[in-house]
């Protein structure tokens, strides 16, 4: 039996990407089309909120009309629009989501107000068109959220049901890749930075030391990142040039070991199935090939270009609202705070 084909037009606009994706039934993308504004802060070497908000304003019609045009569609061929409407930026959020309310007004389609980080959390679910798709990721399963400004330990034992595990007390893993970067004088984003330089250097120059916290699942990066710092001071004092390589590598290993040990612990000790990881950090190398090469428990880690923010995520998840009937007004409002799981519930 053929189940009914949902089409789901995705408008992302939380922080510095302008993004629209056509997805059908929840995985099949069918267009994705990303506007990065990079670029444009990395001389700020971070992302410059005013900025970022003008530049939406003129990126999002473009970007949704070429997102339709390469999926060969017109609003009339959708079923909704799902777009973000928090965590991120206020400016920036409202951006999207009025371009989002215009086109339901205008066309009548329904529209889903989606959590950013639950779109990135169904970024697992997705593969371009005229690709095999993957197995669907099954529950229960323990999510690896780890993007800019996050860093969670997700439990889910269906779709769309979140039990926090734990989270970062401090900076985001994303966070702290870009701080370091910033110390060690190479370019944002620092992740992909980070990475580069990492590769070659030796991960076991610098032992870094392990952030001891009375939660089992929770993290901590920024006092990682002191330890960096310090590293870099002494070595500057004494004269010494700054193995850049290697204080990357050692930097990128801590942080990948402690996601991956922690990850791993909450898969046994919740009788996880399978593991997700994703957001931003999922595209680092290393951390892919940590977790691809165990082999107890079945790993999504979405395709590089969508582990940073795009529109498809956010159509994957709104697909399982509108499927649940669970749907907006056009009255609802940005939440540049909003949580995925309000409160920690294990
Ligand atoms: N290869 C990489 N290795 C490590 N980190 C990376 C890599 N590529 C990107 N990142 C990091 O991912 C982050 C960006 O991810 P993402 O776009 O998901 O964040 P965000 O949308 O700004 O934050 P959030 O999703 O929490 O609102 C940046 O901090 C960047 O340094
Ligand atoms: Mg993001």
């Known amino acids: 039996m053929k189940t009914t084909e949902y089409r789901i037009l995705g408008i992302e606009s939380s922080c510095d990407e302008t993004a629209a994706a056509v997805v059908s039934s929840g995985r099949e993308i069918l267009s994705s089309v990303i506007a990065s504004q990079a670029d444009l802060h990395a001389q700020f070497g971070g992302v410059y909120p005013e900025i970022a908000s003008r530049e939406h304003i003129k990126a999002v019609y473009a970007t949704v009309d070429q997102a339709l045009q390469q999926a060969h569609l017109e609003l009339a061929d959708l079923d909704a629009i799902a777009v973000t409407r928090g965590p991120g930026l206020a400016g920036s ?7 989002a309310k215009a086109i339901a007004l205008g066309s009548g389609l329904p529209i889903i107000g989606v959590n950013h980080l639950e779109g990135h959390i169904y970024s697992a679910w997705l593969y371009a068109s005229g690709n095999v798709p993957g197995p669907e990721p099954q529950f229960p399963l323990i999510a690896l959220l780890v993007s800019g400004g996050h860093t969670e330990l997700i439990l889910m034992r269906d779709h769309l049901q979140y039990e926090r595990l734990g989270s970062t007390v401090d900076d985001a893993a994303g966070e702290s890749f870009d701080k370091v970067a910033r110390l060690l004088g190479l370019g944002y984003p620092g992740g992909p930075s980070i990475q580069k330089a990492a590769q070659e250097g030796n991960p076991k120059a610098f032992h870094f030391p392990k952030a ?79 977790f691809r090469s165990q082999v107890n428990y079945k790993v999504h880690i979405p395709h590089i270009s969508l582990c940073t923010d795009n529109a498809a995520m956010i159509a994957a998840a709104g697909y399982q609202h509108f499927i649940r009937k669970q749907l907006d007004d056009l009255s609802f409002d940005v939440l540049p705070n909003w949580p995925l799981v309000a409160t920690m519930e294990v």
Not at 93 to 99: D, H, T, Y
Not at 233 to 259: H, I, M, R, T
């Open 93 to 99: 959020l409202v951006v999207g989501a009025n371009m």
């Open 212 to 290: 001891k916290l009375s939660e089992p699942y929770n993290f901590s990066f920024s006092g990682l990142k002191t330890a960096v710092l310090r590293t870099v001071e002494e070595l500057k004092a004494s004269g010494k040039a700054l193995p850049v390589a290697d204080l990357a590598a050692s930097f990128q290993q801590a942080v990948v070991a402690v996601l991956y040990e922690k990850t791993i612990q909450a898969a046994e000790e919740f009788g996880a199935r399978e593991l997700i990881v994703a957001g931003g950090v999922s595209a680092n190398k290393a951390l892919r090939e940590t």
